[in-house]
């Protein structure tokens, strides 16, 4: 399956906004790591969407229900939030085990 540009930059789009909105709440210093978890949780609960709306979207397409189109359009969108996820944790990995090399 390739991914087409518009669905590329709909996960982008989507992934911008949600770090916007959780940027333009104002909190107290300090209270950077709920920004944070605010951010991921907000990322966990879009790729559990997106992976429903591709299930709903499959189950209506066997029931004869919904077009083809709709189908593949919700599992690319699913498939692109769940790499942009797994991304993510890549790098949040690869970022602890850089500060833990750090000498103190």
Avoid at 14 to 41: H, I, N, W, Y
Avoid at 48 to 74: N, P, W
Avoid at 79 to 92: G, H
């Amino acid at each position: 399956m390739t991914i087409s540009p518009t669905l590329a930059a709909k996960a982008y789009a989507a992934a911008m906004g949600q770090m916007t909105r959780a940027a333009g709440e104002t909190k107290p210093a300090g209270a950077g790591q709920s920004d944070f978890s605010a951010v991921l949780q907000e990322s966990l609960n879009a790729t559990a969407t997106a992976g429903s709306k591709a299930e709903t979207a499959i189950v209506s397409q066997v029931a004869g229900k919904s077009d083809v189109v709709d189908v593949v359009s919700a599992v690319a969108e699913a498939e692109i939030a769940m790499k942009t996820l797994v991304s993510v944790r890549d790098r949040m990995i690869n970022a602890y085990q850089d500060i833990m090399k750090m000498p103190v």
